[in-house]
């Protein structure tokens, strides 16, 4: 049950785009499109803000995005705005039953 | 408006346990897996445990099988998760949240410690 790995930070200027990669293995990202992705701001509880690989519920900006291939999933922010600035988490289900978190990427917009 | 309310959290002595109570409203309960995820101080998100609509099976992470059981009353709309043996390293505001789609507790918090 290793965590899945993510950058630990990524950072980007307002309107610009940065994109953070998720990598498990065969066992979870690269067998099941179960992907989800979390933002946490500070003191907050995680949000969804895609799941299932690509998909974006219900409210949340299409600026989000997300996408996978082999083993690694990947969560793209367009047109940063300063609110984007937060922990932001993948999560993938696994062969065992079981959900794996990526240790978490911080976004810091410059 | 899908709402969860954990509770139950506290400061607790090590070896000793501790019940944690989710409270969920506005989605149909019994329908939807559901889980305990931790986030100890200043770290990452860990997820615990899981437990299927129907309550049969509970799948946990290898840092606390044997040590917690994950139950839920579906009459009540109600997810538990019974820490026992609790450890330092169990320290965590911990969030009951819905395995598919959006809803997470506020969180509640356990602190382990002597």
């Known amino acids: 049950q290793s965590a899945l790995t993510q950058p630990a930070s990524v950072s980007g200027s307002p309107g610009q785009s940065i994109t953070i990669s998720c990598t498990g293995t065969?066992?979870?990202?690269?067998?099941?499109?179960?992907v989800s992705w979390y933002q946490q701001h500070p003191g907050k509880a995680p949000k969804l803000i895609i799941y299932d690989v690509s998909n974006r519920p219900s409210g949340v900006s299409n600026r989000f995005s997300g996408s996978k291939s082999g083993n690694t999933a990947s969560l793209t922010v367009s047109g940063l705005q300063a609110e984007d600035e937060a922990d932001y988490y993948c999560?993938?289900?696994?062969?065992?039953?079981?959900?794996?978190f990526g240790g978490g990427t911080k976004l810091t917009v410059l | 408006e899908v709402h969860l309310l954990d509770s139950g959290g506290g400061l607790v002595q090590p070896g000793e346990s501790l019940r944690l109570s989710c409270a969920a409203s506005g989605f149909t309960f019994s329908s939807h897996a559901m889980s305990w995820v931790r986030q100890a101080p200043g770290k990452g998100l860990e997820w615990v445990s899981g437990i299927s609509g129907s309550g049969v099976g509970g799948y946990y992470a290898d840092s606390v099988k044997g040590r917690f059981i994950i139950s839920r009353d579906n009459s009540k709309n109600m997810m538990y998760l019974q820490m026992n043996s609790l450890r330092a390293e169990d320290t965590a505001v911990y969030y009951c949240?819905?395995?598919?789609?959006?809803?997470w507790g506020q969180g509640t918090l356990v602190t382990v410690s002597s």
């Open positions: 065969s066992s979870d990202v690269g067998t099941y499109n179960y």
């Open positions: 949240a819905k395995v598919a789609g959006s809803g």
């Open positions: 999560r993938s289900y696994t062969s065992s039953s079981t959900l794996v």
